[in-house]
């Protein structure tokens, strides 16, 4: 839980402090990897806190405060995937009930309500969430989750939280926000009026591409009482020595999300001028639709640039395979720079949807590599792969 001891800390100091005592046995200032299953109890009931890891586990309980306080919640939650996350929000429903969807969700999200819970009695509606008249006229009596991505998946697109937190509200419904682009040293949906804040931390909170895991962050008890619950009787739990990844990359978050901000910008700034692209989405850019709202919401824009290359698909396929920094790699937030076409990647379950991604778009996860060096590679790759798409069409 949330530790009132905290609150007076600037962010950068409780990611590396909140949650992290030194450890009171040994004096080890990082928190131990608790590698166990279970716990001694001095007689039936009598223990100090912990009965089973799959309930709790003194590292996750470390990485969950730490969470809560850096998402300024009251608590929070943690799990084994992003997914595993969501579903656990997912099971606060029940059949018949209705969840307003972004136009622009990430694929798995899609995924999990199209096809695991549509068929159990869920119903779901896509719409534009960057207008809060839309989701109003959206709304159904059933409607109990607003679920909304800002920067979205993969286009970019940017909700005004604290409108959609009144919309929802209004309806009776609850407004989930996914921060995964954002993280939360950009962005603190809480404070805006959502009621629960989802991330998948194997991106920028973990932030080194070597662990999988995600998070819910909240302020009502009520919920939190549910949702632990769900979370121990389902059972996608991290292990420990992810939870000890996660604490180790939330040390560092701040500092990493500064050099991804400026390396986006730079990135969004030298695409525009490339007559290889022909549109680039990155809040950060004055002129992008989403950039008001953005920069009332969000401290910085963050790594993540998506732009479609000029000759669509076979363009677009051949500049990702072209760039030699830029991994071609699904995920993102990692101090390593990626490159993905998310209509054949990460999207590709949106097929037969309608809200299928533009087959020339592609997704950079700009990384804190030197800028200079990922600005070259981009060059090369863009020259490389628009020359040759438009060879094989001449
Ligand atoms: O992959 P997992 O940790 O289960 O998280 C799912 C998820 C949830 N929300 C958003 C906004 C996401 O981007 C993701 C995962 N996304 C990718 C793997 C990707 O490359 O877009």
New binding site residues.
């Given amino acids: 839980m949330h530790d009132d001891r905290e609150p007076q800390y600037q962010f950068e100091t409780r990611a590396i402090h909140a949650g992290q005592e030194p450890d009171p046995e040994t004096g080890a200032v990082i928190v131990p990897i608790y590698q166990t299953s279970t716990y001694r109890q001095e007689a039936v009931g009598v223990h100090k806190g912990y009965e089973y890891s799959r309930t709790g586990n003194p590292t996750r309980a470390a990485l969950e405060t730490a969470l809560a306080s850096l998402e300024g919640g009251a608590w929070g939650l943690a799990y084994a995937?992003?997914?595993?996350?969501?579903a656990n929000v997912m099971y606060l429903l029940r059949p018949g009930d209705h969840v307003l969807l972004s136009d622009d969700?990430?694929?798995?999200?899609y995924r999990l309500v199209d096809k695991v819970l549509q068929p159990w009695g869920l119903t779901y509606t896509q719409v534009d969430l960057t207008d809060p008249a839309r989701v109003r006229e959206a709304l159904k009596p059933e409607t109990k989750l607003v679920w909304v991505?800002t920067p979205?998946?993969?286009y970019l697109k940017i909700a005004p939280i604290a409108e959609l937190a009144e919309v929802a509200h209004g309806g009776g419904a609850r407004l989930v926000v996914?921060n995964?682009?954002a993280s939360p040293y950009l962005q603190q949906p809480l404070a805006h009026g959502a009621d629960i804040v989802?991330?998948?931390?194997?991106?920028y909170i973990g932030g080194h591409s070597d662990v999988?895991?995600?998070a819910l962050v909240g302020n009502d008890p009520a919920v939190r009482e549910i949702l632990a619950f769900h979370q121990n009787a389902v059972g996608a739990v991290p292990g420990p020595q992810d939870c000890f990844l996660l604490l180790r990359g939330l040390k560092t978050l701040a500092v990493r999300m500064e050099r991804h901000s400026a390396n986006g910008r730079a990135v969004a700034e030298f695409l525009r001028g490339q007559d290889a692209v022909e549109r680039v989405y990155y809040p950060g850019l004055p002129d992008d639709p989403g950039h008001a709202v953005a920069a009332r919401q969000m401290r910085d824009f963050a790594g993540m640039v998506s732009f479609t290359a000029r000759g669509g698909l076979e363009a677009a396929k051949r500049v990702v395979a072209s760039t030699k920094l830029f991994f071609l790699a699904?995920?993102?937030g990692g101090v390593e720079s990626l490159i993905?076409h998310?209509g054949l990647?990460?999207?590709a379950s949106l097929a037969g949807s309608g809200f299928e991604i533009d087959p020339g778009l592609i997704?950079l996860?700009v990384g804190i590599e030197h800028v200079d060096d990922l600005i070259a590679d981009l060059r090369q790759a863009l020259t490389a792969g628009v020359l040759e798409a438009a060879a094989i069409r001449d």
Avoid at 81 to 86: D, I, R
């Fill in positions: 995937s992003g997914l595993a996350a969501t969700a990430y694929g798995g999200t991505e979205t998946n993969p996914d995964t682009f989802l991330h998948s931390t194997t991106k999988v895991g995600g699904e995920s993102l993905e998310p990647m990460t999207h997704r996860s």
